[in-house]
Structures are given as C-alpha cells and as structure tokens.
C-alpha cells in the first residue's frame, strides 16, 4: 500500500497554475468580447437616437411640398440638410418608390427595407435599420433611419436617412484592438509573475523532499540550505533542527551501545582471566581456587548490577504518562526503608549516618521508583567518603517545594566535572572505578526518576570538602502532616 502511494506520481502544481492560467486567460477574453459589445451598443444607440430625432424633423419639414410635388424646393432641401447631417436623404411615396435621393442616383427605384415597410404599413412612425455594404473590397456599414411623412392623418410617405458608421465600428474595433493588447501584456505579465513565484515555492520544496528522502535513507546530516524570513524559510529551519535532533538521538544512541559493550566487556575479561588461570594451572591449593572464584563472583555481582542499571533505565525512559501511579507517601516512613540497610554498610566503613527531618509530611511519588533513586544517592555519600566520615540525609520544606537532601565529607567532585556526573556511564576517575565497582548509570537513574517526579535535582559541592545532592519536588498535591 504504502509503496503504491510512494510510486504514484503527484500531480505538479506546475500544471495546476496552467489550468488556473487557462481558466483565467478564459475569463478574461470573456470580459473583453462582452465590454467591446456594450460599448458599440452604447454608441449606437446614441447614433440611433440622434439620427432618428433628424430624420423625424425631415419628414414634418418635407411634408407640405411633398404632397404638393414642389420638387425643386425639396430637392435643394434635401440636399442641404443631406450635408449637414452627413448623409444621405431618400423620400418615398405609399408604396417604397424613391422619388428623391439627395445623391440622385436612386430616383423611381422600389425600396424594400424591412424598417421602410414597417414605417409605410403604419406600425411604427419612426424605425431603422443597420445594413452591410460591399464596397470594393473593404465591407461598409450604414444606419438607415426612417421617418413616416403623414399627411392628414395618413401615411403619405417616408422620408429615409442614410447615415455611414464605419466610424463607429472602426472606434469600436481599434478599442477593442487595444484591449487585446492590453490583455496579452497583462496576460503574459500574470504567467511570467506566477511562473517566478511558483518557482521560487517549488526550489525550497523540491530541496526539502531531497532532504526527507535523504534522511530516510539514513543520511542523517543532510540539511537543506534556508533562504529569506518566510513559511517555507521556517519550514526548512524546523527541517533542519529535526534532523540535528535525530543526527543526536543517533549519535547519542551508538555512543550508548559502544559505552554499554566496553562496561560489559570489562567484567567479562577479567572472568575469563581468572578462570583461565585456575583451569590450566596444576596442583592448585583449595584456597587459591576459593579466592579466584570469589573474584569471579564479584565480577558476576558487577555485571549483574550493570544490566540490571541498563533495564531500568530503558523501562524508566519508555515510560508514559499513563504508567506513572504517583501515591501519598509519609517521607518518613519512606526514607526509614532506605536508610535502615544503608546504615549496616556505612557502619562497615566507620562513617556515621544522621538524619535530619525538618519536613514530616507526606509527598506524593512513585514510591519505589524514588527510593531508588535517594538509595542510589546515599550508595554514593557512602562509597565516594573516608573512613570516619559522615553522611547526612534529611528533608525540608523551601519555596513550596519539598526537599530532600543527602550530604556528604567525601571526597567532592571538581566543579568542571559537576554537570557531568549526570551523564550516562560518566564517573570522575575511572581507575577509581574499579574498587568502587560503579558503572557511571546511577546519578542518571536518579535524575530520570527524579524528572519522571516533575522535580529537579541540584548540587553543591567543592573537592575535597564534600559534596550535598538536593531533590526538589513540587509540594503541589502533597498533604502537610499535622505537627
Ligand atoms: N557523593 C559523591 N561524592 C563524590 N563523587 C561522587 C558522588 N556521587 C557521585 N560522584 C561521582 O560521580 C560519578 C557518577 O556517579 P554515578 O552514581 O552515576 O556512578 P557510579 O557511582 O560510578 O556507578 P553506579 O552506576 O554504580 O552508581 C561517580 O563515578 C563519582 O565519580
Ligand atoms: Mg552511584
């Protein structure tokens, strides 16, 4: 399924913006054709309407020296008003025969215009009409507008006026001419412009897709080079941050396999060493065999110890919310658990263990889980100590938070390595560590519990004064025991 998405070709944006384009250029050559057409209406009409208004006044001008033949008088009218409205004037009688043309070509021919007929016939006073010319080889058009001449009631004739709108439609047409200019310009203008900014949106992504493909290939520093202040800028910067943090959880990740195998393999060696030396050596006294296997039984101790550190640390860091059962604990009673085995093996080395409780009330925690981690602190103020020395655990209520504190005058750790101590497998002197036994997991246990707690874990120490380790938790949803 997921292969069959991954191989389908996405549809490119490129031919998407070329729909839009089309669809646009349609839309706009729409926009054209309509608006040249309402403007040639728009003239025409004040064309009609002034050619009607004269042709109108011709035929009552005309009216009494047509019906009375006064042809001379008509024809110099004719004439004369022909050129004033340069034009044409046509008067027919009842039945379309021209019986004057101010140009005199058409006299005694039968007229058989639809606007002429229907201004005879008597359904309408005034009409016209437009008509096509061929003329050589360039068309012509003209508006004839027709008047009726009535005489006593009754239509004795029409008087024609034959007007050119070449003008007009030429306006028209070189309007329009420029519209399409314009519209090619701005056209090509909209393609170019679009065509940059699809370009412009498309690098970054396509550098982007790269990116991904690269680093689900395992290519972990791969980055993807950020230009400007924008959404694709920040994209590409929130890209880069998460494959620095997976280049780190890599990184972090094999450093964590390499360290575990060396701690692991250390233990190991020396087992095979011992056993290696009471199995190919003869003769060998009962007692030398009991100290070697005693050894042995350190070293599996050790090992013992590490993996059971390393499960913990896995199960507390794949823990979720839903797996932390937090319960109300009297401090008391918890640390009194902690402290009664402790006190044995600080007495073994002649280091005395105080308490000192300022805070006696509840908190609330993962019981267990926080035991652990102010055992494996007291563990510390014990095995990092002199003999004679002493260690300190207590508790205290300060700025709404409860904490809890272990002292020591042990050894100190230098102010440089202070943060690392937290570190996983991180000790201050290794060679030191082979009689403690430690394997550097620990402080980090303690500040993921601690974590897990909502809290935080400080420390205060100088070399060779001691060191004190405070836990702070937040006091929220912690009952205060009555004093
Ligand atoms: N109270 C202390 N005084 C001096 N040094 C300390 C103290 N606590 C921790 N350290 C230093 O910090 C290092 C890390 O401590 P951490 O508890 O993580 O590991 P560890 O004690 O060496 O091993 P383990 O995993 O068994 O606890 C120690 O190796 C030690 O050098
Ligand atoms: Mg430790």
Sequence with gaps: MDTISRNKKPTSIKWRFLSFVIILAIAFFVAIVMTSRILESNLLEIRVFDSAQKVNDISTAVTYDFVNHNSQSLYNYAVSQ??????????????????????????????????????????????????????????????????????????????????SIDD????????????????????????????????????????????????????????????????????????????????????????FVSNASHELKTPLNSMKILTESILYEDNVEESVYKEFLGDIDHEVDRMTNLVNDMLLMTRLQNMEKKDLVFEEVSVISLLEEVVGPLRRIAESKEITLKEEYGYTGNVSCISGQLQHAIQNLIENAIKYNHEGGSVTVGTKEENGEIVFFIDDDGEGIPEAEQEKIFERFYRVSKSRARETGGSGLGLYIVQTI??????????????????????????????????
Excluded: C
Excluded at 99 to 119: A, C, F, H, P, W
Excluded at 170 to 197: C, E, H, K, M, P
Excluded at 460 to 483: M, Q, V, W
């Design 450 to 483: 601690v974590r897990l707690h909502g809290g935080r874990i400080t420390l205060e120490s100088a070399e060779g004064e001691g060191s004190t380790f405070y836990i702070h938790l937040p006091k929220k949803g912690n009952d205060r025991e009555k004093e």
């Design 168 to 255: 007009v439609v030429s306006g028209v047409n070189s309007v329009r001419i420029r519209y399409i200019i314009i519209y090619l310009v701005s056209l090509a203008i909209v393609v170019i412009l679009f065509w940059l900014i699809i370009n412009r949106i498309l690098s970054p992504l396509k550098s982007l897709q790269e990116g991904t493909e690269a680093i689900s290939e395992g290519d972990l520093n791969k980055r993807v080079e950020v230009r400007g202040r924008d959404e694709l800028a920040s994209l590409g910067n929130s890209f880069n941050e998460m494959a620095q943090k997976l280049e780190d959880v890599d990184r972090i990740r094999s450093e």
């Design 82 to 163: 022909g050129l004033a409205a340069n034009g044409r004037i046509l008067l027919l009688d009842s039945s379309g025969i021209v019986q004057l043309d101010s140009y005199s070509r058409l006299n005694g021919t039968k007229m058989g215009n639809l606007e002429i007929y229907e201004v005879l016939e008597g359904d309408s006073d005034v009409s016209y009409g437009y008509h096509r010319i061929r003329n050589g080889d360039r068309d012509s058009w003209t508006l004839n507008s027709v008047s009726a001449i009535i005489d006593e009631s009754k239509t004795v004739g029409a008087a024609v006026l034959v007007q």
